[in-house]
């Protein structure tokens, strides 16, 4: 056991790791301090004897199969502390302590569980030589983006994913240089390392990843796990348990405030502007937080505490957390002056879903847009609506956090971070001294001391500090002196995250530029997203091009434009934020059945900004840029008086009768363009319509507001006009890794000759897919179809692809390449494959239900609560609704419906109808008779429009001339 009172023989201590934060002592000399002279070489210390602590022969085994949530029939519209029951098709899914979810199958050395090795089971180079390889040698700063931007970062990762490293008995690992334990898998340091040698380190400690089963319970392959919920719900602020978040709230407070530090123990701190509390403010449980007892400063005061237990991990996240400690308190009170009958949950209930929103939207406004650029934001349908709901939730997108990303993609942060946090005054001035990170690891004495400004000069000196940019590189800091104690060297970042993303198994950057699109390198050269200079760096470094770990190439590829992330990464960060959007059913743009806040209070949440947060909750504070993640010499961000900026409008909190239930405006956006004739015939708008629903549903909405007719080369196209986010199709499909595998891609024809079609139809290829699951098309640039502008004739996983030069203004088509996503890629036949289409006259009823009572809220006829049930499908393409007495059909009962779709079934609100009542409803559904029995994503949009979007429909029918029937 180690202690803080444990002392070195000659004066040197020094740490080693027992997990990511914690540490025990392991002895060496102090680096020379300036003018004591050189400093001996020490010999490398020779690995202690392995017998002489304790090694388990065995890997650790996997952790218990955590037990499966029991979820409400009713749908609940605050976020749960563990996240359980968000997603309605699956209630662990997104759940705290559920295993990471893999894009691509584990890449485990031995296939199980042992890390990830090269080509002919060689091995890897060692993640520390990779490490100062790739170094660039001159550190940059970003000329436009500033540091607040990199902590943000920091603190919605916080937010999403927290990977839990083996932990025997409390006791961590001790993972010392030249140990065989198995829960260990160390970084060899080269005996040349310019650093390290100095202190005679033969390796960098990394304590692995606990071992988890994964989500149905099987142990055969190695997953770890996630200790708190991906979605962006504010668990930095609350937690992740309601065990955890009861000890965070203070008792004392009626309005269900949470707690602020107690202990100033220099007498700073004014009451007004408070720190977090501190971990002795909370039961003994909770008090594990990381924070080594080398490196946490100052010695004699506890930690603090927050929502995430790596709140100390450095002073700009510390104070992040207390921003929105602070923001949390200031809604509570407000909220119960508005409302003196809200009681605490309500109060507290309702701060989290503003807290959340608030979150999400600096995340998707702010800070994705600077890492991923338009093109990407669009692609992935990451963009925020501007007004009225959106309407893209679908319970078959899976916010798990995926390994990849965790390792890898968000881990870019690091290159980004810069050490040195300077802290502004009120007048953006000098307040107090420049802290570096190096030093500053866990100290909590700069929020505590306020005579530098604590908190408030810290997060104002983030919008002033630049970013570095991104690149091969991360600070020393991070590279050498991660979580080093006073004079002593500490870890390196970047080699953790190579070691780590190997020991999770996660296949090499090849594998992942083939999962999104990119062409499979053969040679060091194809990796032309990647600057040559690196390239050959990397050559120097691997033997196989399919060696290479995604971290390190993720990082050394050229950024997409206007984005800071190369190919790869954005795409696989637009995998996950699209995951954390669409697969969260408190998003907060969410309509529909879905909504959790009422349009005036969406439209409240839309104006207030990160920069009046700040305003709000900073001492003094008079100005911010509006921007906070920009510079203020960017265009249109110089800094603006606090009292310019748009408050948070509470009124539309104020409980009442007038609460409007149904959104005030619509947003709506086109489907692609589609050809509405056939064999030369001319189809009507209508017939256009019901084709594509039973043909190609994804690419258009049920329930269309409006459409447009054009003329090319003599023939009739339409397009439709749908409620924002109701649009499923896309070009990155959404497919469950687990369930499939994608093909290769496949270029039957190309176009030429008079006709200049493409015609890529499943019937006339040779298909090695069986039971294709999605299709993905691209032009042999690599563009996304959609992404083209050109109009296809077909497009769908059972007919295939056909693109006609005539349907094209210029006469012609591109080029394309087409995949499948296969349940198993077989051998190849010249036959279709078995999954031809269903005959379309090939459809089924299912039987009238009724599963709940208009009592209470109302009459909820969820679809997904009759999913499991026999006869129901995968995805039904129509919904029929009549009251079960006398069989009225809905839409003549003059009921107003916040759902009515063949996605999602039915509500109706009893506080919304005039009468005060719902009539009591049964549903039934139509279904592909190939397609009964499967499990139905969950998406809604208003297929019952509300009035005032029928008056929107109206409008732009009388825009367009025409209506469609
Ligand atoms: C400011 C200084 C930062 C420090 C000292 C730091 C330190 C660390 C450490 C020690 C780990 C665990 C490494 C391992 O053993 O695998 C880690 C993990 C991680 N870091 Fe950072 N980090 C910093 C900033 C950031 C930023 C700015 C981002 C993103 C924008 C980021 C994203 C991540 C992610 C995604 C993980 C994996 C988390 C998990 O799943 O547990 N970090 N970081």
Redesign the pocket.
Known sequence: EINAQQRCPEGGSSVTLFD??QFGLQCRNPLPQPGTGPRPILPPTTPPPVESFFVPLEPDPPAPCPPKPNCPKTIERFYRPDGSCNNLLDGRKGKAGQPHKRLLPADYSDGKALPRRGQGNRDLPSARIISTTMKEVVRRESPDKTNFG??W??F???D????P?IDREGRGIDCRCGTRDPGCHNVDVPFNDRFFVEEGRTCLP?VRSQPVPDIECNTDVRQTK?DITPYLDAGTVYGHSQFQLDELLDKTSPIGELKTGQLHPHGFSPPHAPSLPLVTQVHSSLRDVACPFGVHKPQNVPCFVGGDVRAN??P??ASMHTLLVRLHNKLVKDLSNLNRNWDKTRLINTARLIVSAVVQRVTYKQFLPELLGPTYMKRFDLELNEEGYWYGYDSSYDAT?SNA???AV?????T??NPELSRSSPNFGTQGTTLN?KTS?FDSNPLLTTDQGGANSILRGLTKDAAEIMDSTIADD?QNF??APQDFLG?D?LS??L??GREHGVPSYNAFRVFCGLKRARRFSDFTEIPRNRQRKLEGLYRNVDDVDLYIAGISETSVPGGLLGPTFACLAGYQFRDLKKGDRLWHENGGAFTVFTPAQLEAIRQYTLSKVLCDNLNDMRSVQPNPFLQTTVRGNSRVPCYQIPQLNLEAWRSGESEPPFPESVKHEFTSWFPATHDDKTLTCTQVHNELLANRPDDVCSQVLGFEERTVNGKKQVRFSCAAGSIRATDYPNVDASKGVWGDWEDISTPSGRKQDDDESLDSQTSTCEGPIAIQVHTLGGTPARETGEVFRKFSVTAGFLCMGNDQRNGRCQDYQVRYFCKKIGRSTRNPPPNTPAPSSAFVWTNWLSVDRPSGDGDQEYLFNVVSRNGFCRHPVQIEARTVRSHIPASFTGDIFTAFSHTIGLECRNIIQPSRRCNDYEVRYRCRSTDINGLVPLRDFPSFLPPDVQRRKQELCSGFGVCCA
Request: no cysteine; hydrophobic share 50%; glycine share 4%.
């Open positions: 990511r934060f990199v902590i970062g920091q919605i990762t916080h999403i994913t927290d990977t490293v990394l996630n991990e450095n700009a996240l956090t990303f965790i390792t968000l881990r870019v942060g690091h980004l971070v990170l690891f991070l991660l979580f870890s970042l953790l995250n070691q780590r």
